[in-house]
């Protein structure tokens, strides 16, 4: 079946530490974007990448690193300069600036 | 700065009822607009994409139209039905970037 996947579907992390969330798309689709969602706001956009070996910072980059070594695969990785993580976080493709499709998020907590 | 709001943000609505969800933008320089629907705790569902020389587009009950001059869309949901409890969202793509601006969304909810 083509579609997103994103892993862990829960994820904790103590604070200072460093912690990656994994998106994979087998749509081979060329952007692929992550986005932040907290409770009662829209969506706001992290990082997102056109291309392989190539990404842009969206709003809220600060305390975000990303990668895109390979078309299918672009992880996310919160560090410790994030100082408000905790949030749902949704990993989405698209190919020619058409339809968006999204995986099923990570619920990423502080303990 | 592309902006994008949707009012109502919650709506309540017995079974069987037609009803109307609206997105505004504020930069009508937009390659396309797509509504979402979103489940507790999950990822996004594409309802309706359209292109920004469309007016509408129509996915069962489902129709979404376009007035880019005036930054306005609408979603159109024919009989609703308990299953379309969900949220709803818009997203802009601006003319000149990949982005999707979203806006805060519709919690709907229908009632039997």
């Known amino acids: 079946d083509g579609g997103i996947t994103q892993s862990p579907k829960y994820l904790f992390r103590k604070e200072g530490q460093n912690v990656t969330l994994s998106c994979e798309q087998n749509?081979?689709?060329?952007?692929m974007y992550w986005y932040r969602q907290d409770p009662g706001q829209g969506l706001r956009l992290i990082y997102y990448?056109?291309?392989?070996?190539?990404?842009q910072k969206g709003d809220i980059a600060e305390g975000y690193s990303v990668s895109r070594e390979k078309k299918e695969s672009f992880p996310l990785t919160v560090t410790s300069a994030q100082k408000n993580p905790t949030a749902f976080y949704l990993c989405?493709?698209?190919?020619?600036?058409?339809?968006?499709?999204f995986g099923q998020g990570t619920r990423l907590t502080v303990v | 700065k592309q902006e994008v709001t949707q009012i109502p943000a919650a709506l309540s609505v017995p079974e069987g009822e037609n009803l109307v969800l609206n997105c505004s933008f504020t930069?009508?320089?937009?390659?396309?607009l797509q509504w979402f629907r979103q489940d507790p705790g999950k990822g996004l569902t594409s309802l309706l994409l359209?292109?920004?020389?469309?007016r509408e587009q129509t996915s069962g009950r489902l129709n979404a139209s376009l007035d880019k001059s005036s930054g306005r869309s609408t979603l159109y949901i024919a009989a609703s039905q308990p299953g379309d409890s969900a949220t709803y969202l818009c997203?802009?793509?601006?003319?000149?970037?990949?982005?999707?601006?979203f806006g805060t969304g519709t919690r709907l909810q229908v009632f039997p």
């Open positions: 359209i292109q920004s020389s469309q």
């Open positions: 749509l081979n689709h060329d952007a």
């Open positions: 997203a802009v793509r601006p003319g000149r970037t990949d982005k999707l601006i």
């Open positions: 930069d009508s320089a937009i390659y396309n």
């Open positions: 989405a493709s698209s190919i020619d600036r058409t339809a968006a499709f």
């Open positions: 990448s056109q291309i392989v070996n190539d990404f």
